[in-house]
């Protein structure tokens, strides 16, 4: 089983600024199947990013992925006040597929 | 556009058993697994299992496996997901989602154990 580990736990940033949110894998991810989501309190998890750097439909390109192996990273460049959520990745190269334990983005 | 749909919020008694359907729209249901995950209140998400539409191949994480049962109707590109034996602990939104060349997830199902 892919282990996936998310960090920082909690980010403090006020908007415009950028954040940088890491993913690491215990193991490579084969062909890089790692996506990003984020989420909303009472809302399912949305997509952002898929096969670790193709923004999913309608995602403002200020998101973006990146990585390869075991090491992953979201970036949000000029962050907007509806982007505080919680971000999770996710790799489905593999089965089991596996989720990191989450990032929360809050307003600093 | 691809879309899952899941069916209503549930509230069961302890020991009672829940299934939760989830139809798929705008793609061939038999090309994608369907994963089944739930996020318990103010948690993470947890994979449960997950059921190849096309050959009804099951495959369940180690701790559902003795009681939850996936499966699927392909005359109606559906999929369910029954988990018997419920108890307060599995109290949470359960989603189903199809992964691979496209990811979509359903909206989720609130299912609530409480005497």
């Known amino acids: 089983e892919i282990m996936l580990t998310q960090s920082p736990g909690t980010l403090s940033l006020s908007p415009g600024e950028r954040a940088t949110l890491s993913c690491r894998a215990s193991?490579?991810?084969?062909?890089?199947?790692l996506a990003w989501y984020q989420q909303k309190p009472g809302q399912a998890p949305r997509l952002l990013i898929y096969g670790a750097s193709s923004r999913a439909t309608g995602i403002p390109d200020r998101f973006s992925g990146s990585g390869s192996g075991t090491d992953f990273t979201l970036t949000i460049n000029r962050l907007e006040p509806e982007d505080f959520a919680v971000y999770y990745c996710h790799q489905y190269a593999s089965s089991p597929i596996t989720f990191g334990q989450g990032t929360r983005l809050e307003i600093k | 556009q691809v879309q899952l749909v899941q069916s209503g919020a549930e509230v069961k008694k302890p020991g009672a058993s829940v299934k939760v359907s989830c139809k798929a729209s705008?793609?061939?249901?038999?090309?994608?697994?369907i994963h089944w995950v739930r996020q318990a209140p103010g948690q993470g998400l947890e994979w449960m299992g997950w059921?190849?539409?096309?050959?009804?191949?099951?495959y369940y994480a180690q701790k559902f496996q003795d009681r939850v049962t996936l499966t699927r109707d392909t005359s109606i590109s559906t999929a369910y997901m029954e988990m018997s034996r419920l108890t307060s602990d599995d109290t949470a939104v359960y989603y189903c989602a199809a992964v691979g060349a496209i990811i979509a997830w359903g909206q989720g199902t609130l299912v609530t154990v409480s005497s």
């Open positions: 193991q490579s991810v084969t062909s890089s199947l």
């Open positions: 059921i190849d539409p096309n050959s009804g191949v099951t």
């Open positions: 705008g793609y061939t249901f038999t090309d994608y697994y």
